[in-house]
Every structure is written in C-alpha cells, then in structure tokens.
C-alpha cells in the first residue's frame, strides 16, 4: 500500500448504510482478534455519538466514535483497515477529532488506548493518565490531550 493513499473524512449518521460498514470494520479490527462477538445492544447507545469516518473510494478504511463526558471528548471504537495501517488514517482521524472537540469548546480528549496503541497516542502528544487497567481481557491506559 502506498503511504498517501487519498482519503475522504466524514462525520456519518447513526444507523447510516457507512455506519453499519463501520460496525463490520469494528469486528474485524478489534473484535475478532480477540474472540470478541458481535452485541447489538450498542446500537442504542451509540445514537447520539459522533460517528467519524475515512474513506478510500467506496471502501469504509477508518473509524471513530466521539462521545461527549461534558468537559471532555472521549475517543474510542479506533479503527483502521489492516491494508491501510502506516498510511496515517488513524492519525489524521485523530487530528479531525481534537479539532471537533476544540470546536465545542472540550477541555481535553480522553481515551482508553490498548497496549499495541500506546506508542501510536504518545506520538501525538498523548499522556498515560493513572495504572494500566483490564478492559475487554486486554491491558489498556487510561491517556488525556489537554487543549488549554
């Protein structure tokens, strides 16, 4: 894969036909590694969350969710397509991220970030917040990105 692949960013509507994609690309990203299966249930939950994705043609490549905490912008749910990881998908959806959460006027962006992620967060200025902790059978770190 080439290292600038062309990549359309949007935010997408829950429920969309790129939103069902994006649960497809959440399985195979970051369920299926771990024996994890399919819960419908959060479908509900995730109607009023930001929904950010990256496209490249017709294909669904990348995805976020952005949940408002209130002070805070939350990130999670990160996904990259396999084939396009080292393309800087997940770092510019990132950027796109702190920027939405600077555009409502959030004080910092938090997240729960994998073992195999973290090195990823640091490198964009993210900071490890408190002990290592247990979430889906995997070691994750609480990290934060002040804005102010």
């Not at 990823?120 to 002990?131: E, H, P, Q, T």
Request: net charge neutral; hydrophobic share 45%.
């Amino acid at each position: 894969m080439e290292n600038t692949p062309h990549i359309e960013f949007e935010i997408i509507e829950w429920g969309s036909v790129k939103y069902i994609q994006s649960l497809a690309l959440r399985h195979e990203v970051l369920r299926k590694p771990l024996g994890l299966v399919f819960d419908p249930s959060i479908f509900p939950e995730e109607k009023k969350e930001i929904h950010l994705v990256a496209n490249h043609g017709d294909w669904l490549v990348g995805c976020m969710i952005l949940t408002d905490t209130g002070n805070d912008l939350k990130m999670r749910q990160v996904a990259v397509a396999n084939k396009f990881r080292r393309c800087r998908i997940g770092a510019r959806m990132v950027a796109l991220a702190e920027a939405k959460a600077i555009e409502m006027g959030k004080q910092k962006m938090v997240l729960h970030a994998r073992d195999s992620a973290l090195d990823f967060y640091l490198s964009l200025g993210y900071s490890i917040v408190g002990d290592p902790f247990e979430e889906v059978g995997i070691p994750h770190h609480r990290m934060k990105k002040s804005f102010v």
